[in-house]
Nanobody
């Protein structure tokens, strides 16, 4: 059983900053790539940023230079520092982790949190 919990969302004015945190817990033997996704009303859920166990990082183009993703393997957490927020960043932000819960190759799976709301006003 793996649980994923996000925190740090809220209401902020355009140009402001927020820091999102995601904590994974449960029967985790190993973590692989972890990432943040967001879903605005009427839209699909899209990748914001992801970071691999090898520290390789992907960002969607619209957040490059403004958002920074990081991970702490010992604490089983990832953070998303969001600076210079814009109204178009408004969405529910979801954390996704890939974790191994058993010794077999097939024990790898992806797990999602429930999401945290980020609202950016102008």
């Amino acid at each position: 059983q793996v649980e994923v919990v996000e925190s740090g969302g809220g209401l902020v004015q355009a140009g402001g900053s927020l820091r999102l945190s995601c904590a994974a817990s449960g029967s985790i033997l190993e973590l692989s790539r972890m990432g943040w996704y967001r879903q605005a009303p009427g839209n699909q859920r899209d990748l914001v940023a992801s970071i691999g166990s090898d520290e390789r990082i992907n960002y969607r183009d619209s957040v490059k230079g403004r958002f920074t993703i990081s991970r702490d393997n010992a604490k089983k957490t990832i953070d998303l520092q969001m600076n210079n927020l814009k109204p178009e960043d408004t969405a529910v932000y979801f954390c996704k982790v890939r974790a191994r819960t058993g010794p077999a190759w097939g024990s790898w799976d992806a797990y999602w949190g429930e999401g945290t709301q980020v609202t950016v006003s102008s």
